[in-house]
């Protein structure tokens, strides 16, 4: 499986509102977990997770092992109003790993929302290979917003800090 291929596994992903797949072969493995949509988009349907299936079945006649996800229960309905442009900047993570917002776990956080910082300040720590990755703060402003929990997993350029006022 290449690179192409599980571009076009996320793709059907998307499209079909499945959150989490496995396949398998003797030499092969990959699982891809995305998190749930809350609440569709208007005019957007979600497509049976047989059509991931289908999308499987033309890289080849490889035998598959999959995971069939529970049909997303209907959203409640969601009153539209315009998206306002966001303000700030975005801190995105440096590299995949688990984020913690303090040193250590009896330590208070580095940065709470409203907190003042300089550029180089510390927002936070990822942790990757048990390796601990300060990321800091490219600007002097504002915590606007924190966009991520303590202890949870992120990914390469996921968006942890809105810093605004610079």
């Not at 072969?25 to 991931?52: C, M, N």
């Not at 289908?54 to 997303?72: D, R």
Request: glycine content about 8%; charged content about 20%.
């Amino acid at each position: 499986m290449n690179v192409s291929d599980i571009r076009k596994l996320m793709e059907t992903m998307a499209q079909t509102g499945l959150t989490d797949f496995e396949w398998s072969t003797e030499s092969e493995k990959i699982r891809l977990e995305r998190k749930p949509v809350l609440a569709p988009i208007a005019g957007e349907s979600h497509a049976d997770p047989a059509l991931l299936l289908q999308a499987l079945s033309q890289l080849g006649s490889l035998p598959l092992a999959t995971h069939q996800a529970a049909p997303a229960a209907p959203a409640a309905e969601v009153e539209e109003v315009a998206p306002a442009e966001p303000v700030g900047q975005l801190v995105t993570s440096p590299v995949v790993g688990i984020y913690y917002a303090a040193p250590s776990p009896d330590s208070d956080p580095f940065v709470k929302v409203g907190s003042s910082v300089e550029k180089g300040v510390p927002l936070c720590i990822i942790e990757a290979m048990k390796l601990m990755n300060e990321v800091t703060s490219p600007w002097s402003g504002v915590v606007l917003d924190i966009l991520v929990e303590n202890g949870q997993r992120v990914e390469y350029g996921q968006p942890l800090f809105r810093i605004g006022g610079m």
